[in-house]
């Protein structure tokens, strides 16, 4: 083995968090082989460092210690220092981030772990300052003494790693010695009455204090109760959806969402934008936009993706990971604005006026250095009336206000972007463009195509049936976890149903069939986070509640319930019902902790709705009825309109006979035809889409 002692390693990689460090003196290494190695040839610990590209705290701890000299020399001759990029690698992010979690309360980025050269943690915590400050130790005293206790007490070290090791096996990969109940139709209501307990009632979002995020899967639960009649839970989705898009958490010039709010009121953010909180919002505001019927919230949606498409997407298709929270080296400095600088951008005194009294823009502001955060703080209405305008004339005149802004904006020093091409986040964001296709404009189907050929062409191994993690610049890293197959499924299934492309549903089949091949343990009743044929850490993690991504787990199971209907044969129905049976007593004890989980649980309980469409293309009104009609638990099955035409479908997925979804269900006297089915029992064919949808609240009679 060449020694890795005495250099830096991370300028050979291609993320971009790790070749931030490439500079550092600390002789930084990437997670690999050879770094393991030196840990257990030279017999001293492993310092851990984890975090990513837009972590503010990071960029701090860099700053302050990993640029230090001292602390780099102590480093160096004391521990071998492994950065990771959690976003590459999630897994080990999950193993350790656990830990922190168990023993100290809490977590964050950046994750600081001193392992024993197995790899066993013994010390965790988040971010070090170089000096003792408050309560938190100083970096290199700690250093210090970690060194001293390694030599003198290192038998208490091993013994605390193996005590830590075990609590992470307990926490991650064990499973329920005796499997529970699937969680039935109670699931989803106490789930929302537990949404509904939590909520700011007076500030939106959930929680009594800061910081507040955005908690997608919250909001989903409470859409789809709203849907069923709960006034309370349509009342504190709104709450949310409003609190949200009003607030300094989206970019009221730019479109997108930053990260979380750093206070209870939605003012201050954490600037980052990533991809995936981009995603998950986009649908719940185009799914809130179908519920409510209320236009705002399909131009947050549509504002948010035009951001993605702008600024997070590769040229030739995929999208990029994450914009960084800071620029000119300080946090927010490209969001926020002055009146005098809102002033010297606007030509009309007027339109500034406006647009400051619009956005809360104050002399001495609301952010650092007398600037502000954009917030909405007057209504139109309001605003109207104070000037003395139609309110037409002031949305008008805002409008333009934005665009002159963003125009001054874009002058300004950009933050970094992290141009990682992850296959599970471009999943999420693919289903988001596929959603954007059915409500808001078909072509953003396109771009949702383009970012799925292009993930395809390049992470996706067709001869050995297998998804890789990472693109970079022509390079691909890692083995794909259970997010990248679930998430990319799903937003190839979203797409084959706003567009009707076979190709799509046939890769959401492979995709699905590799998933159960290499994260299905039917020993133990569940998914995996990892593959069967990946690295072995020191646990095999699960990720089954909800995080700042959808659980993995709970949107597998979603995505092979849906795609059972056309491939019956892979038995997918099976491993869903025996991991909700494996994890059904924790979701129903906790069901905030796994809203994907009751989701899947929802569905499968009911059924699915299914809506079989017999056309070549979907007419105009079907489609506007779509667009306008929320149906979160339905699958549109599009189909050729001829039997014939059926058959090199058939071919394509590689089956020989049509499955029941699309079988006996061709178009009748040559005009396209709906079926609505439901619980095994089907409508007759129609050609009314909005009577076939009005059918499933019926009283159906089998056809």
């Known amino acids: 083995m060449t020694s890795s002692a005495g250099r830096n390693r991370l300028a050979e990689e291609e993320s971009p968090y790790l070749r931030q460090h490439a500079d550092n003196p600390v002789d930084w290494q990437p997670w690999d082989e050879q770094a393991l190695a030196e840990a257990r040839e030279r017999d001293v610990p492993i310092f851990l460092s984890i975090g990513y590209s837009a972590c503010h705290w990071c960029h701090v701890m860099e700053e302050e210690s990993f640029e230090d000299e001292e602390v780099a020399a102590f480093l160096n001759e004391n521990f071998v220092p492994i950065k990771v990029d959690r976003e590459e690698r999630p897994d080990i992010d999950s193993v350790y981030m656990t830990v922190c979690q168990l023993v100290t309360g809490g977590g964050g980025w950046p994750l600081s772990v ?12 988040t971010y070090f300052p170089k000096e003792p400050r408050r309560n938190a130790p100083g970096f290199l005293d700690l250093l210090r003494d970690i060194a001293n206790s390694w030599e003198e007490d290192r038998e208490e070290l091993e013994q605390r790693a193996e005590q830590w090791t075990s609590a992470a096996r307990n926490e991650l990969e064990d499973v329920p010695d005796q499997p529970g109940e699937v969680p039935d139709e109670t699931a989803l209501d106490d789930a929302a009455r537990a949404a509904v307990r939590s909520a700011d009632r007076e500030y939106g979002g959930f929680g009594s204090g800061g910081p507040k995020f955005p908690q997608t899967g919250r ?14 839970a349509a009342r504190v989705a709104r709450e949310t959806l409003d609190a949200m898009a009003d607030g300094g958490i989206y970019d009221h010039v730019g479109g ?3 990260r979380y709010a750093t206070d209870r009121k939605w003012v201050v953010p954490h600037f980052e934008k990533m991809l995936y909180d981009n995603a998950e919002l986009a649908r719940r505001y185009l799914e809130a936009s179908q519920l409510f019927d209320e236009p705002r919230y399909a131009q947050v949606a549509q504002e948010t993706l035009a951001f993605v498409e702008r600024e997070l997407t590769h040229p030739e298709g995929g999208f990029y990971s994450t914009l960084d929270a800071r620029s000119g080296g300080e946090e927010g400095a490209f969001y926020v604005w002055t009146p005098s600088q809102v002033r ?11 647009f400051c009294d619009r956005y809360g823009v104050v002399s001495g502001g609301n952010f650092e250095g007398g600037r502000t955060v954009l917030t909405v703080s007057a209504s139109v209405a309001d605003l109207a009336d104070s000037y003395d305008l139609d309110p037409d004339e002031v949305r008008t005149r805002l409008a333009e206000a934005r665009a002159r802004l963003h125009e001054i904006r874009e002058k300004r020093e950009r933050p970094a972007r992290d141009e990682k091409v992850l296959a599970g986040w471009n999943g999420l964001m693919i289903s988001a463009f596929a959603a954007g296709g059915r409500v808001l404009d078909g072509a953003l189907t396109d771009t949702a195509a383009d970012a ?19 693109y970079k610049d022509g390079d691909v890293k890692g083995d794909g976890y259970l997010e990248d197959y679930a998430f990319l499924a799903r937003g190839a299934f979203d797409l084959y149903q706003v567009t009707g492309d076979v190709d799509h549903l046939a890769f959401a089949l492979e995709l699905a069939r590799a998933l159960v091949d290499e994260f299905w343990d039917a020993s ?3 998914l995996y986070f990892t593959p069967e044929s990946g690295e072995r850490l020191v646990t095999r993690p699960q990720e089954l509640t909800d995080q700042s991504t959808p659980s993995s787990a709970g949107v597998a199971l979603a995505v092979l319930a849906a795609l059972d209907h056309f491939a019956p044969d892979a038995a997918f129905d099976e491993v869903v019902d025996r991991v909700l049976e494996t994890h059904g007593n924790r979701v129903r004890s906790s069901p905030l902790e796994y809203t994907s989980f009751v989701l899947a649980a929802d569905r499968w309980h009911r059924g699915a709705l299914e809506l079989t469409i017999a056309a070549d293309e979907l007419p105009d009104d079907w489609a506007a009825t779509l667009a306008t009609t929320y149906l979160p638990d339905a699958i549109v099955a599009r189909r050729p309109p001829t039997d014939g035409g059926l058959e090199a479908w058939l071919d394509r997925l590689g089956v020989d006979d049509a499955p029941t979804i699309w079988a006996d269900r061709a178009a009748r006297e040559g005009e396209p035809t709906v079926y609505a089915c439901k619980s095994f029992t089907c409508s007759p064919p129609q050609h009314d889409l909005v009577a076939a949808i009005e059918w499933f609240d019926g009283s159906p009679d089998e056809d």
Do not use: M, N, Q
């Open 114 to 125: 001193w392992l024993t050269p197995e790899g066993k943690p013994f010390y965790v915590g």
């Open 219 to 232: 909001v989903d639960v409470l859409l789809r109760a709203a849907a069923r009649g709960s006034d309370a």
């Open 256 to 258: 997108g969402f930053h």
């Open 344 to 354: 010297d951008a606007l030509d009309d005194e007027e339109t500034a006026d406006l």
């Open 452 to 470: 799925l050929a292009f993930v395809r062409d390049r992470l996706w191994d067709e001869e050995a049936s297998r998804l890789a993690h990472r």
């Open 524 to 526: 133990a009743g569940t």
